[in-house]
């Protein structure tokens, strides 16, 4: 049974920072990608950066800059470290991996989300 488990998620004031951590864990051959989403009361579920199992990033344009992803393989878990936060980065945020079991085919599997609340 594979779980992904976000976490670090809070409220914050507009200007500060929080990081973002989400785990794999069970039983697998390997994760792709490992992608973070996020979704606005209201709105539908937007893609904020992905990073494949090599290293290589992507942003949305709303977080360009601002917003970073990692990934530590040896700990099946990828960071978002969201810098210089606004009140419209309100959303819950999602993670999202590929999971092989065999080296070929890979599943989609999403975490339960973590909140970010940016407010004064």
């Known amino acids: 049974q594979v779980q992904l488990v976000e976490s670090g998620g809070g409220l914050v004031q507009p200007g500060e920072s929080l990081r973002l951590s989400c785990t794999a864990s069970?039983?697998?051959?390997?994760?792709?990608?490992m992608v973070w989403y996020r979704q606005a009361p209201g709105k539908e579920r937007e893609l904020v950066a992905p990073i494949t199992s090599g290293g290589t990033t992507n942003y949305a344009d709303s977080v360009k800059g601002r917003f970073t992803i990692s990934r530590d393989n040896a700990k099946n878990t990828t960071y978002l470290q969201m810098n210089n936060l606004k009140p419209e980065d309100t959303a819950v945020y999602y993670c999202n991996a590929e999971i092989s079991f065999n080296g070929y085919t890979a599943y989609s599997y999403w975490g339960q989300g973590t909140q970010v609340t940016v407010s004064s």
């Open positions: 069970g039983s697998f051959f390997r994760i792709n990608a």
